[in-house]
């Protein structure tokens, strides 16, 4: 049994809707009640043009990492994502910030995601959900990789989800 950090995002078609099908997705892979962040939203990076809503949920799960990425991937598409161009807009994205300890590098499965720390809209979710986190990879505390990532617009909402 593993915990897991799930990154959330969506700046296309009802947002809301792609977050709350997402939390009850993830509820049904985790073996102890999901714990959910605030929505944030935030301007893209990349070419998307419309603003993103940002979460993180932490779950509990006996999955694998290769088979919780696959049934991310699967979710993902049954909600309607189609492959766009890299950073482009999407209905819904998943990826796995943080399983247990673990470090994995492969062509597949990268893990912690290896762009994480240069993004507000994942640390700050992640901060409200795992304060006391530290970056497996390098020691360093979630609040200092928020201090240290690059400034962009971000906002906390009073949407729930």
């Given at each position: ?14 947002r809301l ?17 999901i714990?959910?962040s605030?929505?944030w ?7 998307a043009?419309?603003?993103?809503y ?10 694998s ?15 309607g ?6 950073w ?29 720390r ?19 990879s390098?020691?360093?505390p ?9 400034r ?10």
């Amino acid at each position: 049994m593993e915990t897991v950090i799930v990154a959330i995002g969506a700046n296309l078609g009802d947002r809301l809707k792609s977050f709350k099908s997402a939390a009850e997705f993830l509820a049904s892979l985790s073996l102890k009640p999901i714990i959910k962040s605030s929505i944030w939203e935030s301007e893209p990076v990349g070419p998307a043009k419309y603003t993103f809503y940002n979460g993180a949920a932490k779950i509990t799960t006996n999955l694998s990492p290769k088979d919780l990425l696959d049934q991310l991937k699967a979710f993902e598409k049954n909600a309607g994502r189609t492959q766009t161009e890299r950073w482009g807009p999407r209905v819904l994205d998943l990826d796995i910030i943080r399983y247990g300890n673990l470090v994995i590098d492969k062509d597949t499965l990268i893990i912690p995601h290896p762009e994480y720390r240069k993004r507000l809209f994942v640390l700050k979710p992640m901060l409200e959900i795992d304060p006391n986190w530290v970056d497996i990879s390098t020691g360093t505390p979630i609040q200092q990789l928020v201090e240290k990532a690059p400034r962009m617009e971000i906002e906390k909402t009073d949407i729930s989800w």
